[in-house]
């Protein structure tokens, strides 16, 4: 009897374990709560779709690119056969997808799931970039007869803001490559493109004798179409940058190694600038690529826009009068600036005559710590502000350590100085 009663139990118990594993089963089939070792597969062959169709852009394989979009989705198909044109003459030297995460498995009746997946796009400009660009997309992949696809792009980030756009989704991208620069343009005549390039050329050695040290000593430049497609690529309303000929963007305190900066040109201001303005104006963007590494929180405007301006003006024979006319007006008024402008005084969008003096003020504290100390002790003034752990302090602590003065002494010199070139 003893046996007899072991062994119903041990039946039962095996019982209730199939019975589990059936209901497993089940779930599994019904796609109800995916498990954790569903969603690794899926993010997997996710992930291997996005290698495949970035091997084909880098091969030029047109057919093998276009096979990972869903063709289904045609308007997606066609956007993307424009963005595989448009990027014909970028010197691509690596371009790469990573799968962040992935939202909900959605089922969609009839063709299999959907997923909502973000993807950082890598990549590197041959003979430029050391290291990879990143931007960030929202992709919407879906799964059909067991093969993976791009279905959509979102237009919006998690948050609902409109995120910043490539060059090469506004349009077809022409390239110009000159000595130290690659120019690469949207809708521009090829004259300009070349102008630019070489305006460039001469930027780099210019700044080279400005700024000691090790940088890239090498600029990419974007131009597109139109002041809106520069705010495009600046992820931001256009009307900010109306009358501001070029923008550089970049992470401030990258190492040396880091992707060079894009230069972003305004065709509109730039357009209507002289070959002097247009010298000055790249010589000042690409000053801002060489210094981006000894850059950071620290560093106040008033001294990277300032150092920025007295590279760019630095053996043009400018005096401080011809480079400075709006704070000039303001000395002979009698509201000559007491301090050094503030962060907020640089501001785009607000108003352009106190801009105009924000920039103005800084360039000649720069002159100013040039003549005094020499090129060499500014240098050192530059990369001592930008070490320090944060903005509080840095400005004083490089003052003291570097040119043996202190912010009071500090800012009557300067307030002399500018007194004595423009009243």
Request: hydrophobic share 40%; aromatic share 8%.
């Amino acid at each position: 009897m003893a046996r007899a009663g072991t062994g119903t139990r041990g039946a039962a118990a095996l019982g209730t374990v199939l019975l589990l594993v059936l209901l497993v089963l089940l779930a599994a089939l019904t796609g109800c709560g995916t498990p954790p070792a569903g969603r690794e597969g899926t993010e997997r062959a996710v992930q291997r779709m996005l290698d495949r169709r970035a091997a084909a852009l880098l091969d030029r394989d047109a057919d093998a690119f276009l096979s990972a979009a869903d063709p289904r989705a045609t308007g997606y198909r066609a956007g993307q056969r424009r963005l595989f044109r448009n990027l014909a003459e970028v010197p691509l030297r690596s371009w790469q997808y990573r799968l962040v995460r992935t939202g909900g498995f959605e089922p969609v009746r009839g063709e299999g799931r959907r997923v909502a997946a973000e993807v950082r796009l890598r990549y590197r400009l041959d003979g430029f970039d050391t290291a990879p660009v990143t931007t960030v997309q929202r992709l919407t992949v879906g799964e059909r007869d067991g093969r993976w696809y791009v279905a959509a792009e979102e237009p919006r980030t998690a948050d609902g803001r409109r995120p910043a756009r490539n060059l090469w989704d506004q349009g077809r991208v022409d390239a110009v490559r000159g000595r130290h620069s690659l120019v690469l343009g949207v809708g521009q005549p090829p004259d300009r493109l070349r102008e630019i390039a070489r305006t460039a050329d001469r930027a780099v050695p210019e700044v080279n004798g400005a700024w000691p040290g090790r940088w890239a000593r090498r600029v990419v430049l974007l131009v597109p179409g139109s002041l809106e497609g520069m705010g495009e690529l600046l992820g931001a309303p256009a009307a900010g940058y109306r009358g501001i000929a070029a923008v550089t963007t970049g992470e401030a305190g990258g190492s040396p190694h880091a992707p060079a900066d894009r230069v972003i040109v305004n065709p509109d201001a730039y357009g209507v600038l002289g070959a002097f303005g247009r010298r000055v104006v790249l010589t000042h963007e690409t000053t801002h690529v060489a210094t981006r590494a000894a850059t950071s929180s620290a560093t106040p405007l008033w001294l990277s826009e300032g150092f920025a301006d007295w590279a760019g003006y630095r053996g043009t024979g400018r005096t401080p009068k011809e480079g400075a006319p709006g704070l000039a007006r303001a000395v002979r008024a009698g509201h000559a600036p007491r301090n050094l402008s503030s962060d907020e005084d640089f501001r785009f969008g607000g108003d352009p005559d106190r801009l105009g003096r924000a920039y103005e003020s800084g360039w000649l504290a720069c002159r100013m710590i040039a003549e005094r100390w020499g090129t060499d002790r500014l240098a050192r003034f530059y990369r001592a502000v930008g070490a320090h752990e944060g903005r509080t302090g840095a400005v004083e602590a490089a003052l003291r350590g570097t040119l043996r003065t202190d912010p009071r002494e500090f800012t009557a010199l300067w307030r002399g100085y500018v007194r004595a070139w423009l009243g």
